[in-house]
């Protein structure tokens, strides 16, 4: 049973349902007289390879549906022999010389001098010249793509190239100066979202908005992505609702482990666990370079602000080296094991430094409470020595008060006296 990304793909330009401009523009090239060299450019599961072959079949007609597939067999310089897969109609060839590594040189030199030396077999056939379509064409590596340049210059009249890249930053300008570029941009929601709702009215499913739109926000504007987890979604659910989970692939949930398993434990033990499972995800054909970057954005949520553009930085710096090497797992690990270490350092300077800090507030602490109680203490002695000076002087206030009261009654009393004393001798004086 073929999949709905493959069973409900557009056959020609009229059935697109998005760049309807883009689509009209392909079929005007296709009917003129002098179709160029195109280099196709755009995000992953924009439509590219759609447009592409539908743009085919407007050039050739229904004939280029019919495709086998061949093996065939280079030889390289030190007498390597190639295993390749050609898909090749009587009009047209598509390969992927990526898939050879280093040696894609090779295979873009006899190949396509092979091709471009021989004539149109078909003599109904509309065109006088055959399209070989390149996959992948942002890997090839420079000598490859040198040759391609050569290719172009030498066999044009019986040979034209559609290269598909989803980036023109690696390729070589005199490639981009002698081909037409093409654009074709990811799919907003909206349209992602008509795209399910005629698949689901082709497989009767029911038409739930709620989960189109979170499949279209899920899937990253990839379209290819949007149709597989749409399709997985009925096939595990017997019932589909707006809540209804979207499942992520199998790849994506292990990766999604490994970043958690990362962030739990910085041991031996643990790295030798996280290889294990980088080699079972590059054993089941999933790019080194889709590896690191998804490991990369599962990361960075859990770490803190000041590592998050660190990690960035020498996640970058390894995907080029993937790029430009052949050892994709050595890669992935040392970004792995400078990870865990710089982390590590991070979180030693970091305790270290809150250490540091506890440190000096509890000492300034301490000096504070201690510059306080000293002046406690000091309030408190000035305030007894006051209370004291306050009490002698009441103390003194109240003895002279006394002594004075004392005085004053000793004089009244002897005035007192004295005025008896006085009366008496009167009295006494009086009677004689």
Not at 48 to 61: C, D, M, N, P, S
Not at 139 to 149: G, I, Y
Not at 395 to 404: F, I, P
């Amino acid at each position: 049973m073929a999949l709905i990304v493959d069973k409900h793909r557009p056959r020609s330009l009229e059935t697109l349902t998005y760049h309807t401009e883009l689509s009209e523009r392909l079929g005007s090239l296709a009917q003129s007289g002098d179709f160029p060299h195109l280099l196709v450019y755009g995000p992953s599961g924009a439509g590219k390879k759609t447009r592409i072959v539908a743009t085919l079949k407007e050039l050739y007609g229904p004939g280029v549906e019919k495709i086998k597939i061949d093996a065939r067999v280079f030889q390289t310089s030190s007498n390597r022999k190639l295993e390749f897969n050609i898909v090749a109609s009587n009009y047209h060839l598509e390969i992927t010389p990526s898939d050879v590594g280093n040696y894609d040189r090779v295979v873009v030199q006899d190949l396509l001098k092979e091709v471009a030396q021989t004539q149109q077999v078909d003599q109904s056939a509309k065109q006088r010249f055959k399209v070989v379509v390149i996959n992948e064409a942002d890997h090839l590596t420079r000598d490859a793509q040198a040759a391609l340049r050569r290719t172009m210059e030498k066999y044009s009249p019986n040979l034209r190239l559609i290269l598909l890249a989803n980036s023109t930053a690696n390729i070589i300008a005199p490639i981009r100066s002698r081909t037409l570029l093409v654009r074709v941009a990811a799919p907003s929601h909206e349209e992602i979202c008509e795209v399910l709702a005629v698949s689901a009215k082709k497989e009767n499913w029911p038409m739930v908005k709620g989960l189109h739109m979170r499949i279209a926000q899920e899937s990253d504007r990839n379209l290819r992505r949007a149709l597989l987890m749409y399709e997985a979604v009925h096939a595990q659910n017997e019932k589909v609702t707006d809540s209804t989970p979207i499942p992520p692939p199998d790849w994506e949930a292990l990766i999604s482990q490994i970043a958690r398993e990362i962030i739990e434990e910085h041991t031996p033990a643990r790295i030798l666990q996280v290889r294990a499972k980088l080699y079972d995800l590059l054993t089941h054909c999933i790019p080194p370079t889709t590896i690191l970057k998804t490991l990369t954005f599962k990361l960075i949520p859990f770490i803190d602000d000041a590592l998050k553009a660190e990690v960035i930085k020498w996640s970058a710096f390894y995907e080029h080296r993937i790029r430009m090497g052949t050892k994709f797992l050595s890669e992935v690990v040392v970004y792995y094991y400078y990870y865990y270490y710089y982390y590590y350092y991070y979180y030693y300077y970091y305790y270290y430094y809150y250490y540091y800090y506890y440190y000096y507030y509890y000492y300034y602490y301490y000096y504070y409470y201690y510059y306080y109680y000293y002046y406690y203490y000091y309030y408190y002695y000035y305030y007894y020595y006051y209370y004291y000076y306050y009490y002698y002087y009441y103390y003194y206030y109240y003895y002279y008060y006394y002594y004075y009261y004392y005085y004053y009654y000793y004089y009244y009393y002897s005035r007192m006296v004295d005025k008896e004393r006085y009366n008496i001798t009167f009295r006494i004086l009086e009677k004689v």
